[in-house]
C-alpha cells in the first residue's frame, strides 16, 4: 500500500513496435524531444513530466520557441538510455 502524501508518477506509455518481423516494446521518454530546424537535430532534456498530458503540455509550449519540427523521442523498454 502507498501511503497517501506519496506522490507517484505514471509510468511512461509503452509501445510495441514491428522492427523487422520481430516485437518489441518502447517507452515514452517524458524528459526529452527532438528538434529538427535548419537541416540538423539536436535533442533537448527538460524535466521529467508525470505523464503524457503533462508532456503534450510542455512540448506545445516548446513548439512556439523552438523554431523547428518537434519529435517525441521512444526508447526500447529495458534497455539503459545511450544519452
Known amino acids: 500500500m502507498i501511503p497517501a502524501n506519496t506522490t507517484v508518477a505514471a509510468s511512461p506509455a509503452r509501445y510495441l513496435i514491428n522492427d523487422a ?3 518489441r516494446s518502447f517507452e515514452l ?3 526529452e524531444v527532438s528538434v529538427s530546424a535548419r537541416g ?11 505523464d503524457e498530458d503533462g508532456l503534450r503540455r510542455h ?3 516548446l513548439q512556439r520557441a523552438a523554431g ?3 519529435e517525441l523521442v ?10
Open 68 to 70: 523547428g519540427k518537434l
Open 29 to 31: 521518454a517524458l524528459d
Open 40 to 50: 540538423k537535430r539536436e535533442f533537448r532534456q527538460f524535466a521529467a513530466q508525470a
Open 59 to 61: 512540448v506545445t509550449g
Open 21 to 23: 518481423g520481430q516485437l
Open 74 to 83: 521512444l526508447y526500447e523498454a529495458g534497455v539503459p538510455r545511450n544519452d
